[in-house]
């Protein structure tokens, strides 16, 4: 875990659970600088998120390469490990970076349900276009209606979640 601050007045506990990439954009070179994904094992991640409360940490960023392949190399999943950390108890924010869209709308059901814990503040999700032949010539998810729906029952889940994206 790396601590410190980011657009807070308090102090941040950042959580990696993973490097590498599932993914092959045409434009990208994440996966030829780190390679295929490596998920950090799932206890581990627990570990890291209990001891960040036990330290006071109230924001919390889950961060990695490719955050919603998260587990798929160990027989896990994203979700799975969003449902663990929000069921802990306490005033907590979680915010999460660079959840490819096709995460999103892969686990949507079990990102709903999780989001309605209100422990969950911001989603980063580099859509990268709002074109769906320029998308697709990036090799990344590319109906763009479907991500419309996506985005608006993940608001509906939870109303004061930010949604963050890189065009």
């Known amino acids: 875990s790396i601590y410190y601050r980011y657009l807070t007045k308090n102090p941040v506990c950042y959580i990696r659970i993973s490097w590498g990439c ?15 994904l490596i998920s950090k094992p799932f206890d581990q991640c627990i570990k890291e998120f209990k001891k960040g409360l036990q330290k006071g940490f109230k924001d919390f960023v889950i961060l990695a390469d490719d955050v919603g392949a998260y587990g798929l190399d160990i027989g896990k999943t994203f979700p799975e490990l969003l449902d663990s950390i929000t069921r802990f108890s306490g005033e907590y924010k979680i915010s999460i970076r660079d959840l490819n869209p096709r995460w999103v709308i892969k686990y949507i059901d079990e990102l709903e349900e999780i989001l309605g814990r209100g422990k969950i503040i911001s989603l980063d999700v580099p859509i990268q276009s709002g074109s769906s032949r320029i998308l697709k010539l990036m ?15 993940l608001k509906k889940a939870c109303l004061d979640l930010s949604l963050n994206t890189h065009i």
């Open 22 to 36: 599932r993914g092959n954009c045409s434009y990208c070179t994440v996966k030829n600088a780190t390679g295929s």
């Open 139 to 153: 090799h990344r998810y590319n109906n763009v209606n479907v991500m419309k729906e996506t985005f608006s029952r």
